[in-house]
């Protein structure tokens, strides 16, 4: 078993930066795919940010180039840094982790059932 827990969602002004945690406990020690997913109103949840085992990292294109995915392994941590957000940014943002999906069939997972392990999320909120 995998626990994700996220932190670091808030409310900021268009072109501001956050960045998300995501600490995990429990069998941390097996190769996961690990990623960032996050879900707006009214829309399907949607992969923006994945890093495989060998730390390989795929983004969606929306984000490419103003977000950054890391892992800090001592410190069983996921990252998401996130600068020059848009108002459509704004949505719930969630960690997970998957022990057989590769980067690219995760940026396509679009619910619960696409990965093995989900936190319960960190809602962002971009005001323009």
């Known amino acids: 078993q995998l626990h994700l827990a996220e932190s670091g969602g808030g409310s900021v002004q268009a072109g501001g930066s956050l960045r998300l945690s995501c600490v995990a406990s429990?069998?941390?020690?097996?190769?996961?795919?690990w990623g960032w997913f996050r879900q707006a109103p009214g829309k399907e949840r949607e992969g923006i940010a994945i890093?495989?085992?060998?730390?390989?990292?795929t983004y969606r294109d929306s984000v490419k180039g103003r977000f950054t995915i890391s892992k800090d392994n001592a410190k069983d941590t996921l990252y998401l840094q996130m600068n020059q957000l848009t108002p459509e940014d704004t949505a719930v943002y969630y960690c997970?982790?998957?022990?057989?999906?590769?980067?690219?069939?995760?940026?396509?997972?679009?619910?619960?059932?696409?990965?093995?392990?989900w936190g319960k999320g960190t809602l962002v909120i971009i005001s323009s």
């Open positions: 997970a982790a998957d022990l057989v999906v590769t980067a690219e069939q995760a940026l396509g997972v679009t619910d619960l059932y696409g990965m093995d392990y």
């Open positions: 429990g069998h941390t020690r097996i190769s996961y795919t």
């Open positions: 890093i495989d085992s060998d730390g390989m990292t």
